[in-house]
């Protein structure tokens, strides 16, 4: 079974500042499907970002990038110029190669100061 | 477009109670999920269907039971409500397609006392 760690419990950002949340993950697969989403107050799961493992180039969408170390089995994610909505729990998740497991860490609860 | 909507949003059980959560999509997803999340923990798999007809185990599925008749539908049963159960329960639906989202539910907060 696969699992997935985040290490970092809270933390915290000044405003406009940038914040790396990290995430490791353990498996015997080769090909394999990361993700990591946004759980703001209203409790809604919100897709942030999405990394395929055989694909080496890291994902970027807008302010929001990965740091996937495959060897290291590592999948950290950068928010840049962080902004108050930011402020929610992320939880990285790991999904297997055959697609039905969809498993997630235990989450960073992140907070972005003004 | 609803996505998946879950009902009730909220419920209160008392011990040994029984009761269905359930949980509905309209995308024409053939995997859904459910999850449970204690408070300030991450989300654990409970059971998972990868189509109508099939059903398997989770990471923490005593106490539960579910049953897919339908694409759509995707019940989460409770029997014999226990303390431990109470949790928010979230139900999640994807494509089979391995590198979409999965789609999330507003979650079921329960509470059993």
């Known amino acids: 079974a696969q699992t997935v760690t985040q290490s970092q419990p809270e933390m915290s950002v000044q405003e406009a500042e940038t914040v790396t949340l990290s995430c490791t993950y353990d498996?015997?697969?080769?090909?394999?499907?990361l993700f990591w989403y946004k759980q703001p107050p209203s409790r809604q799961m919100i897709l942030v970002i999405r990394q395929e493992a055989y694909k080496q180039q890291n994902a970027t969408e807008n302010r929001f990038s990965v740091n996937f170390q495959k060897a290291a089995k590592s999948f950290s994610l950068k928010i840049s110029d962080s902004q108050l909505g930011d402020t929610a729990m992320y939880f990285c998740a790991f999904r297997n190669n055959a697609g039905n497991m969809l498993t997630f860490g235990g989450g960073t609860r992140l907070m972005v100061k003004p | 477009n609803a996505g998946v909507t879950q009902t009730p949003k909220f419920r209160i059980l008392k011990i040994g109670q029984s009761m269905t959560l359930q949980c509905t999509q309209d995308?024409?997803?053939?995997?859904m999920y459910w999850y449970r999340q204690d408070p300030g923990m991450g989300l654990k798999l409970i059971y998972y269907?990868?189509?109508?007809?099939?059903?398997d185990k989770g990471e923490v599925p005593n106490g539960y039971n579910v049953s897919r008749s339908t694409t759509e539908d995707f019940p989460l049963r409770l029997e014999l409500a226990a303390p431990s159960q109470t949790s928010v329960y979230f139900c999640?639906?994807?494509?089979?397609?391995?590198?979409?989202?999965?789609?999330f539910g507003q979650g079921t907060r329960l509470t059993v006392v």
């Open positions: 995308m024409n997803h053939n995997y």
């Open positions: 269907s990868v189509g109508a007809g099939i059903t």
């Open positions: 498996t015997s697969e080769s090909n394999y499907y």
């Open positions: 999640a639906s994807s494509y089979g397609d391995k590198y979409t989202e999965a789609f």
